[in-house]
């Protein structure tokens, strides 16, 4: 669920991000964000919010150059490291969807203004539809004005680890607390906890009717090892109550970072409103 590594997909040279404290008592850390206003000043039209994948970061091509196209269309634009990822404080063994969930509500709600299209990338995907969710519950459908996902890695702890593991492995994680997945994104594994798991089915979404409150434009790439076309196709079913648009690209992987692929991202962006 991982869309972009270093030595996978190119990262730029970015000036010291600014940092907001987050969480409570236990799990308190400092969040590295960038946000950038329009070249005018003025907000003309829906901001921009990039949320990463697992284990990826603020500083991928397609987070700066979706940054660069917002703000020479006149929208506001923020994106930020989960707790335990890139530039911000904590631990990735500690981190739990619930957890980056919470940092990105509180990133939204003190660092955006208006109307904001989520923009999230596999994990991404995942978190932009529980951060609908929680934005509903507190009665703030007005800060959203639709969604960009790439490659929707919903439920994948659940869906697309725990449900495709040999019982040893399982065993693995249960008793001693995490297990090393292999990968193809990077030369150490990455490490699944207990935690990310059991967290994991206190925020799943499938089975029921999600809801994004607002247009939703989904591109999935078909030669995706990481999240099946299939998985988004039950995400569309789910997601019935909202416009959805899906794009299914043939040749694309799970990355979709090449130039073809960002020029595909900011169309749907531009499209959504």
Not at 217 to 232: S, T
């Amino acid at each position: 669920m991982t869309e972009q590594q270093p030595h996978m997909e190119a990262t730029v040279s970015l000036p010291p991000p600014n940092f907001v404290e987050t969480g409570d008592e236990r799990n308190r850390c400092r969040i590295a964000f960038r946000r950038r206003f329009p070249r005018d000043g003025g907000l003309q039209r829906p901001g921009v919010v990039w949320l990463g994948g697992f284990k990826s970061d603020m500083r991928s091509t397609k987070a700066q150059r979706l940054e660069d196209w917002a703000v020479e269309r006149g929208r506001g634009s923020l994106r930020f490291d989960y707790s335990g990822h890139g530039e911000s404080e904590g631990a990735f063994e500690e981190g739990t969807i619930g957890r980056w969930t919470q940092e990105s509500l509180a990133l939204i709600r003190a660092q955006t203004a208006g109307p904001q299209i989520l923009v999230g990338s596999s994990m991404g995907g995942w978190i932009s539809l529980l951060v609908a969710r929680e934005l509903a519950k507190a009665g703030e459908t007005g800060r959203l004005a639709g969604m960009v996902l790439i490659a929707p890695a919903v439920d994948f702890t659940e869906a697309l680890i725990w449900a495709k593991l040999p019982e040893a492995v399982r065993a693995d994680i249960l008793e001693q607390g995490y297990w090393l997945r292999p990968t193809a994104y990077a030369p150490d594994p990455y490490p699944i906890t207990r935690a990310l798991i059991e967290d994991g089915r206190q925020h799943l979404l499938l089975g029921e009717t999600v809801r994004s409150h607002g247009p939703v434009h989904i591109l999935q790439g078909m030669k995706d090892p990481d999240v099946p076309w299939e998985h988004a196709m039950t995400l569309v079913h789910q997601l019935a109550g909202d416009p959805v648009l899906l794009t299914l690209i043939k040749d694309a992987d799970h990355r979709q970072s090449r130039d073809e692929d960002i020029a595909r991202l900011l169309g749907a962006v531009e499209g959504i409103a």
